[in-house]
């Protein structure tokens, strides 16, 4: 999601120095010496920290043309259970998907499969055909777009998280990080 952007926000400041740690966890900024975190949630807890939000991103449900091909394509929210799913670890859907569809809001309890903590491993699960999983829509436009990964149930998604910027203090946002977080917030879709 991020990648994309570097390239204009170095050109535009290219005497500043950028350390970027990419990680599916929520670390802890301070121990980790971070000046800015990038969170996808719902929402964020009450904390010390400051949240900006930046943008919204889609989570939709993902299989490979082989997999849907050898295990049929799912055309209802109930009939997901009775595929392999592989699940996110880091998600707040891991066992329960809720999802919303031309007829409202439907909740199905999972016992995914196999379960990974990083959303690219997931990615790269789907492609091969190991079975249905979410992704958000940075991690499967691209494969989508070339045909390795088919959106499933295409008329629902879950929940739209919202994607916020964190710092540990409204005092600790120097010049550096609010241009950055400048140039993402434009770069973001609202």
Do not use: C
Not at 56 to 70: D, G, N, W
């Amino acid at each position: 999601m991020i990648a994309p952007f570097l390239p204009g926000f170095l050109a535009k400041y290219p005497d500043l120095r950028l350390t970027l740690s990419l990680d599916d966890r929520v670390v802890d900024m301070v121990e980790g010496g971070f000046d800015l975190s990038i969170r996808i949630r719902p929402t964020l807890p009450d904390s010390a920290l400051v949240a900006r939000r930046i943008g919204t991103m889609r989570q939709r449900i993902f299989a490979s043309p082989a997999y849907l091909e050898r295990a049929g394509t799912p055309t209802s929210p109930d009939d997901i259970a009775a595929h392999q799913v592989v699940g996110f670890l880091l998600a707040g859907h891991l066992t329960t998907w809720t999802l919303t569809g031309p007829d409202g809001s439907r909740s199905i309890d999972l016992d995914p499969a196999v379960k990974v903590g990083n959303s690219l491993v997931l990615r790269d699960l789907l492609i091969a055909g190991q079975g249905v999983g979410t992704l958000p829509d940075f991690v499967s436009d691209g494969p989508e777009r070339r045909g390795a990964l088919v959106r499933v149930l295409a008329d629902h998604e879950l929940p739209a998280p919202e994607i916020f910027a964190v710092t540990a203090s409204r005092l600790g946002m120097d010049a550096r990080v609010s241009a950055f977080l400048d140039h993402l917030r434009a770069a973001l879709p609202a």
